[in-house]
C-alpha cells in the first residue's frame, strides 16, 4: 500500500515538474522569439543605411539638431551653468 502512495505521489511530481519545464521552456521560446525580430529589425536597418548613404547622413544631422534643441529646452547636461549657456540666452529663454 505503501508502494501505491510514493507511485501516486511520484506521478503528482512528475506532473508538476512537467507544468515548469513547459512554462520555463515557453518563456525561454517568447525571449527568443523577441530577441529574433529585434534583430530582424537590426538587420533591416543595416540594410537600409549600407543602400542609402544619404540616410545616414540625414539620420546624424537631425540628432544633431535634435541634441542642440533639447540643450536648449532642457539646459545644458554635460555640468555647464544654465546661466551661461550661450544658446539658452540667444533665444530669450528664462532661466530657472
Do not use: W
Not at 500500500?1 to 508538476?16: A, F, H, N, P, Y
Not at 537600409?48 to 548613404?53: G, H, R
Not at 551653468?81 to 539658452?88: G, L, M, N, V
Amino acid at each position: 500500500m505503501s508502494e501505491d502512495i510514493s507511485s501516486v505521489q511520484l506521478c503528482e511530481d512528475l506532473g508538476r515538474e512537467s507544468l515548469q519545464l513547459n512554462q520555463h521552456l515557453e518563456k525561454m521560446t517568447e525571449q527568443m522569439e523577441n530577441i529574433s525580430v529585434n534583430l530582424s529589425c537590426m538587420a533591416y536597418d543595416m540594410v537600409v543605411l549600407c543602400t542609402s548613404p544619404d540616410l545616414a547622413e540625414s539620420l546624424k544631422s537631425l540628432e544633431n539638431e535634435f541634441l542642440k534643441c533639447k540643450d536648449v529646452i532642457c539646459g545644458p547636461t554635460d555640468g555647464q551653468d544654465k546661466k551661461c549657456h550661450p544658446d539658452a540666452q540667444e533665444h530669450n529663454i528664462p532661466q530657472e
